[in-house]
């Protein structure tokens, strides 16, 4: 990767949907050449998806949760088994698996705090490998990106 992938990658993350022709005058380069690196960057993955981000509190999530998760550690099947729902429940919008107080770390969005509740009855109560979790319910969103400082 060169510096002109660095800036075609910093102008993407704030919007991908930019014109190639704008992409190709940004950088300095024509719009076959950015074409070209956009391949190469999906291609080796460098560009793993291009998504919309979406206003949760426009479409009904009032309730974002940042819960620390500390299970049984008992067998590796049963964190393993942990891992797989947490990655398909919808609800859950990060899941790291952490080194130091906990195992996992998730942020989980909910539409109140019934909705969350019915999630912590579903997710973390009705599983016998968790064995405890702590919530901080976020007040106020003061930054939220997926942009990399490239």
């Known amino acids: ?16 949907r930019t014109p ?19 391949k190469v960057l999906r291609d080796n993955g460098v560009i793993q998806k291009e998504v919309a981000v ?18 049984e550690r008992d067998r590796l099947d049963q964190i393993d088994a942990f891992k797989r729902k947490a990655r398909q429940d919808r609800q859950v919008m990060n899941f790291y698996c952490i080194a130091g107080d ?10 109140d705090i019934e909705d969350y509740e019915a999630f912590t009855h579903r997710f973390f109560f009705a599983d016998k ?16 990106t997926l942009e990399l400082p490239v």
């Open 54 to 71: 979406l206003d949760p509190k426009k479409l009904g999530f009032g309730i974002t949760a940042i819960v620390s998760v500390e299970l």
């Open 102 to 111: 906990g195992d996992f770390v998730m942020i989980v969005v909910s539409k």
């Open 129 to 144: 490998n968790v064995r405890k979790f702590r919530t901080s319910i976020v007040v106020s969103t003061e930054k939220a």
């Open 1 to 16: 990767m060169d510096k002109s992938d660095y800036r075609l990658l910093s102008v993407l993350q704030q919007n991908a």
């Open 20 to 38: 190639i022709q704008e992409l190709a005058n940004h950088i300095g380069a024509s719009t076959a050449s950015v074409q070209r690196r956009l």
